[in-house]
């Protein structure tokens, strides 16, 4: 049996670099095996929260229970992962439900009440000159009140904001009587405003200083008595687009924060009726995008020209008037702003024209879109036949007037809240955030036993596989480290017999090493190639 001795040979080398160097590999060669390994999955499967996950990744080879517990999980993670992408989707739909409730006050604002005498122009305030420019609005023939043709007369320019102003119906002729919760009232407590009915007067109005009511029912608010004039109604003689063929009132009950737009959201008072409205309010809160399609207000932003806030109507009126001055570089009278008002001629020729077309492509052209928050009055109507036989004789004496002209031309308006109360008509979303994380927070639970927690088990978990994945590529990737410069020797025992011990380990180029040199010999020789002879041993 051959019996291999090992010899080994050891240099040492006086460069203090080296040495420092050496001793680093080394600590490094003692840290890294200390380097903890990266779990494996079947002990990250038993240690994990996440059910049915360590039956399946259980020690020994795969079997029919393995099977089940693997199907079983893949079937309530499919469940788990339909009903979380079904919950996400809903969520990404921003349904949203409206609720309703009601809610008493002790005392409530009182709306702003808009009236217009249907009649635009009093027959009787027209001048010569009023009725030539007025001609092809009123239908009226372009002659003076002697009978001379147009052709013969000489008028200045027309006024058209004079010719409103002046020709309207005045509520000081109108209002007969004026009553407030119990208080009188005068014209004093209107003020004038313009639409598209002309000449129109507004009844708490002042958004700063509004009048508030105490109590509801009938006589707790607005009762006023008119004489809507019909001996001042133009006569008929050719059809026009101004031309109207009804007697009465129109009547807007609105916020002091919006403009009236009474040519279509007023109602009709007839002559001949005392009219009960009944009022409630109604305060509507509405979602902003993507909820809902309401305008949320942002601080700081630019108003409407010529309103304090923003209202539907006060954005209808804008984009009309934008519309009529792109067309006829004027706008109406009862349009805001300061650019010239158009004449008569202008009325007919281009401005009602471009109106109704504004009207008609409103969707299209004028995006007006609600406000979050809108209040808005709901309304009862109901009337009375005025004036009965007794009232009619007494009312002629008092106003001076006979009694068909008090059943022709008198009404009475009686406006109130019906209760101290308001409903409150909000919209609220259906399914927000924390609703879709408590479906899936429970889904998950139910089907597959996790949480937020064993997410962060998982997330650990994968984070160090790839630690000890790049940790090892990384060791890979470095250079060998220096070995010692030494060397070992194996020799074989029939070698040893021919030669002496340390023979072999002798063979050096000649004069490097001396012959002699035992093992063990410790007298140090300086030779330039090869250092220091330190240790020699077998």
């Known amino acids: 049996m051959p019996i291999e001795i090992v010899c080994k040979i050891k240099f040492a080398e006086e460069d203090e670099k080296q040495k420092e ?27 994990s929260t996440l059910h049915g996950l360590g039956h399946i990744c259980g020690a020994g080879r795969p079997g029919v229970r393995q099977t089940l517990w693997a199907l079983a999980f893949l079937a309530s993670l499919a469940f788990f992962l339909y009903q979380a992408a079904k919950s996400a989707l809903l969520y990404l739909e921003h349904p949203h439900v409206v609720a309703l409730d009601e809610e008493a006050i002790r005392e409530m604002v009182f709306p702003a009440i808009t009236i217009c005498n249907i009649n635009r122009y009093r027959h009787s305030a027209l001048t010569d000159a009023d009725i030539f420019h007025l001609a092809n609005m009123t239908g009226l023939p372009p002659k003076d009140r002697d009978g001379h043709k147009a052709t013969d007369l000489l008028y200045p320019d027309p006024d058209m904001a004079d010719i409103v102003n002046r020709t309207g119906h005045q509520l000081d002729d109108m209002l007969k ?42 006589g707790n608010g607005l009762e006023i008595m008119l004489d809507i004039q019909q001996e001042e109604y133009l006569p008929i003689w050719r059809e026009t687009n101004e031309t109207s063929f009804e007697a009465g009132i129109r009547v807007q009950i609105h916020s ?16 001949g009726f005392q009219t009960f409205v009944s009022c409630q309010e109604q305060r509507l809160t509405y979602l902003p995008q993507p909820w809902g399609n309401c305008r949320a207000s942002v601080q700081g932003e630019q108003m409407l020209p010529g309103y304090d806030t923003y209202s539907i109507a006060a954005c209808r009126l804008q984009c009309e008037k934008e519309a009529v001055v792109r067309s006829c570089h004027c706008r109406m009278v009862h349009m805001p702003g300061n650019e010239s008002i158009c004449s008569p001629n202008v009325y007919i020729e281009c401005a009602d024209h471009t109106l109704d077309a504004a009207v008609e492509d409103s969707q299209e052209r004028c995006s007006c879109p609600t406000p979050c928050n809108l209040t808005r009055y709901g309304k009862e109507i109901s009337m009375v036949r005025i004036p009965n036989k007794g009232s009619a004789r007494y009312l002629a004496r008092k106003y001076n007037k006979n009694e068909t002209y008090i059943r022709e031309n008198f009404l009475v308006l009686d406006i109130f809240f019906e209760a101290l109360n308001y409903e409150a008509i909000e919209q609220k979303k259906a399914y927000d955030l924390a609703g879709l994380l408590g479906d899936i927070g429970g889904q998950m639970g139910l089907f597959i036993g996790a949480s937020i927690l064993t997410i962060l088990e998982i997330l650990d978990y994968i984070y160090e596989v790839i630690r000890d994945r790049v940790s090892r590529v990384l060791r890979h990737s470095k250079p060998p480290l220096k070995k010692p410069s030494g060397s070992i020797a194996t020799l074989g025992l029939e070698e040893l017999k021919d030669q002496s011990p340390c023979e072999t380990l002798g063979r050096h180029v000649e004069g490097t090493y001396n012959a002699g040199i035992l093992p063990n010999h410790h007298h140090r020789h300086h030779y330039p190639h090869q250092g220091v002879f330190e240790d020699f041993a077998c």
């Open 256 to 271: 002091q924060d919006e403009p009236p737009y009474i040519h279509q959201l007023g109602f009709g008072v007839s002559p």
């Open 21 to 47: 160097k050496e001793e680093g590999d080394k600590e490094s060669l003692i840290e890294e095996p200390a380097r903890p390994r990266s779990r494996d999955l079947a002990a990250f499967a038993s240690a």
């Open 177 to 218: 009587s004026c009553n407030f919760s119990g208080e009188n009232c005068s014209s004093r407590d209107f003020t004038v405003v313009y639409t598209r009915y002309g000449k129109c007067y507004t009844f708490n109005g002042d958004r700063r200083n509004p009048r508030v009511t105490r109590q509801g029912g009938m």
